[in-house]
């Protein structure tokens, strides 16, 4: 653990100065693309007219033998696409595997300047984060780069969520977490066999009506994520840094992926991975913040001008709570309907 007083001093001579805060920065979508599939790379000036993150995905879903052309592949379009004001992030390889530590070199030495945020997958503990950390600020220091990435990280094993509060407080170079269903149900030997959503056999059953229990008796399906979601998020703002969604893998059920990101965003994520196309708009409806929430929170905050007292509206009761309730769902409207607008301008071909 870091002193209090050196947290945000940089790991090497050169770094540039670790971030105090996150950027505001919207991410309701993290659109995953193989930076090694050209007819998925041709997309992505027309993609980030609409998306919030492109992610180069290096890791799971790119075959051993790509590895090295997709690394590559991710450089040049860091280097040369105009991505205009969406962000460029990255997935890297698991720390053990044979493909980390080109990822991570290549990466930072000759993109550390496009890209923003490196994903890192399978993190178990503080360590891997501070291990990645000051990696990261020497090949920054080396290659003289203006402005430190930031490091998110994947949550996909019992030990990692077992650590997570110590994994979000590890560096102040992290930027958030995401939920890796598919992997975590792996490790710890959950018996689903799908990228996240839920399971027929996750259920609670009514009580016997009357006591006869062999009445034909109501069935709801609960959410298998939610344990793991709620504490991600507490963790997460406990270190001031972004939760998330990961992906919802049965591309074809946007019913179902629909109400999986809204159970998130309901419980505080910022945010989900879109792997498909299809998912993209899914991410926009569910993580901007509904009209008729943001008028009543407006409505909140005028009746209540300074916070302080309480009052009622429309039968409910308001006070110092609800006001900062209704000024968090305020701000996020406020910083998404800029971030629609540069979206806007951008794919009707003015300059942002
Ligand atoms: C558990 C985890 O680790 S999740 C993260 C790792 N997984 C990933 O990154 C997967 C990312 N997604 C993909 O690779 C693809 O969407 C797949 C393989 C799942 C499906 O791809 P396809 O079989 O080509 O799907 P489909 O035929 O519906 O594609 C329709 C079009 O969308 C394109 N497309 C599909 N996915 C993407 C994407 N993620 N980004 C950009 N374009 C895409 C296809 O190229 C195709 O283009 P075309 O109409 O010009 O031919
Ligand atoms: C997200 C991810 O990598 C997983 O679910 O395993
Ligand atoms: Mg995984």
């Given at each position: 653990?870091?002193?209090?007083?050196?947290?945000?001093?940089?790991?090497?001579?050169?770094?540039?100065?670790?971030?105090?805060?996150?950027?505001?920065?919207?991410?309701?979508?993290?659109?995953?693309?193989?930076?090694?599939?050209?007819?998925?790379?041709?997309?992505?000036?027309?993609?980030?007219?609409?998306?919030?993150?492109?992610?180069?995905?290096?890791?799971?879903?790119?075959?051993?033998?790509?590895?090295?052309?997709?690394?590559?592949?991710?450089?040049?379009?860091?280097?040369?696409?105009?991505?205009?004001?969406?962000?460029?992030?990255?997935?890297?390889?698991?720390?053990?595997?044979?493909?980390?530590?080109?990822?991570?070199?290549?990466?930072?030495?000759?993109?550390?300047?496009?890209?923003?945020?490196?994903?890192?997958?399978?993190?178990?503990?503080?360590?891997?984060?501070?291990?990645?950390?000051?990696?990261?600020?020497?090949?920054?220091?080396?290659?003289?780069?203006?402005?430190?990435?930031?490091?998110?990280?994947?949550?996909?094993?019992?030990?990692?969520?077992?650590?997570?509060?110590?994994?979000?407080?590890?560096?102040?170079?992290?930027?958030?977490?995401?939920?890796?269903?598919?992997?975590?149900?792996?490790?710890?030997?959950?018996?689903?066999?799908?990228?996240?959503?839920g399971?027929?056999?996750y259920?609670?059953?009514?009580?016997?009506?009357?006591?006869?229990?062999?009445?034909?008796?109501?069935?709801?399906?609960q959410d298998l994520w939610h344990y793991t979601l709620a504490r991600?998020?507490?963790?997460?703002?406990?270190?001031?840094?972004?939760?998330?969604?990961?992906?919802?893998?049965?591309?074809?059920?946007?019913?179902?992926?629909?109400?999986?990101?809204?159970n998130a965003?309901?419980m505080?994520?910022?945010?989900?991975?879109?792997?498909?196309?299809?998912?993209?708009?899914?991410?926009?409806?569910?993580?901007?913040?509904?009209?008729?929430?943001?008028?009543?929170?407006?409505?909140?905050?005028?009746?209540?001008?300074?916070?302080?007292?309480?009052?009622?509206?429309?039968?409910?009761?308001?006070?110092?709570?609800?006001?900062?309730?209704?000024?968090?769902?305020?701000?996020?409207?406020?910083?998404?309907?800029?971030?629609?607008?540069?979206?806007?301008?951008?794919?009707?071909?003015?300059?942002?």
């Amino acid at each position: 653990m870091r002193s209090p007083r050196s947290f945000f001093e940089p790991l090497a001579i050169g770094a540039p100065q670790p971030l105090r805060a996150i950027p505001p920065v919207p991410s309701r979508m993290i659109h995953f693309f193989d930076p090694g599939n050209p007819k998925m790379v041709t997309k992505l000036p027309s993609l980030a007219t609409s998306v919030d993150v492109l992610l180069g995905n290096l890791e799971d879903a790119i075959e051993s033998s790509r590895k090295d052309q997709a690394r590559a592949a991710l450089v040049d379009v860091a280097c040369t696409t105009d991505l205009g004001t969406t962000s460029l992030w990255a997935r890297v390889n698991a720390l053990n595997s044979p493909w980390f530590i080109e990822d991570i070199t290549r990466l930072v030495s000759e993109a550390g300047e496009q890209i923003d945020v490196l994903m890192v997958p399978k993190v178990e503990g503080p360590e891997d984060i501070e291990f990645v950390d000051r990696l990261v600020a020497l090949l920054e220091a080396r290659a003289g780069i203006s402005r430190p990435l930031q490091l998110h990280a994947i949550l996909e094993t019992s030990r990692g969520v077992a650590n997570v509060e110590a994994i979000c407080m590890a560096s102040p170079r992290m930027q958030g977490v995401s939920l890796g269903p598919a992997d975590l149900a792996a490790d710890r030997q959950m018996k689903t066999t799908a990228v996240g959503g839920g399971h027929p056999g996750y259920l609670v059953r009514e009580d016997p009506p009357g006591g006869d229990v062999h009445a034909v008796r109501t069935t709801a399906q609960q959410d298998l994520w939610h344990y793991t979601l709620a504490r991600m998020v507490d963790a997460c703002r406990l270190a001031g840094i972004q939760p998330y969604y990961g992906p919802f893998g049965d591309i074809r059920d946007v019913v179902a992926c629909e109400d999986q990101f809204r159970n998130a965003y309901v419980m505080g994520c910022v945010g989900a991975w879109s792997l498909h196309p299809v998912q993209i708009d899914i991410a926009r409806r569910v993580f901007t913040p509904d009209e008729g929430q943001v008028a009543w929170a407006r409505q909140v905050l005028a009746a209540l001008a300074d916070g302080s007292g309480a009052v009622m509206i429309d039968g409910k009761m308001q006070d110092d709570a609800t006001f900062k309730q209704c000024a968090n769902v305020v701000a996020l409207a406020d910083l998404i309907s800029e971030r629609d607008r540069l979206l806007e301008s951008r794919s009707d071909g003015r300059s942002t």
